[in-house]
């Protein structure tokens, strides 16, 4: 399922609350853990940041493009967010395994374990994962009826 954001594991455990207000929408999807982070200062801005698996390269820009000036060498502030709130999600073990993280990952117990592996700044356009995010939200919206959804009828 490579093009799926959908991830099971056997030794999937939650380890807390997702903070939906900081980190509205992470996922582990086509080889990489990405999502989108809101901005501390301003309300209407968010950024979009991922991580890319195997070289753990990153980056992070805000919905408009403009790259993240915490970026300086070193993951800023959203992607460690969006990377503790993927391991609240999904467990330190599958984002370790998604991102192919080098060396042995059952030495990995914290973030700050996959953060001194990370690879450089990788500078792409990512509105991919912003329209992904937007039609996350369109189900948000939708009423509560029971009527079938054509685009989720493959769940029942």
């Known amino acids: 399922m490579l093009n799926s954001s959908f991830v099971h594991s056997e030794r999937h455990t939650i380890s807390g609350k997702r903070n939906i207000k ?10 990489r853990l990405q999502g989108v982070v809101s901005s501390g200062s301003d309300i209407e801005r968010v950024y979009v940041s991922f991580f890319e698996a195997n070289t753990i390269d990153y980056y992070c820009s805000t919905n408009n493009n403009r790259p993240c000036g915490g970026l300086r060498g070193y993951p800023c502030k959203h992607l460690q967010s969006l990377l503790q709130e993927a391991v609240t999600s999904y467990g330190i073990e599958q984002v370790a ?30 509105s991919e994962v ?7 939200l369109r189900y948000l919206e939708l009423s509560s009826d029971n009527h079938p959804l054509p685009e989720m009828s493959w769940f029942v």
């Open 97 to 126: 395994n998604t991102l192919k993280v080098p060396g042995d990952i059952s030495q990995i117990k914290a973030i700050n374990d996959i953060l001194s592996r990370t690879g450089t700044v990788k500078k792409e356009q990512k």
């Open 22 to 31: 900081d980190v509205p929408f992470v996922e582990l999807f086509n080889g």
């Open 130 to 136: 912003f329209s992904r995010f937007l039609n996350y």
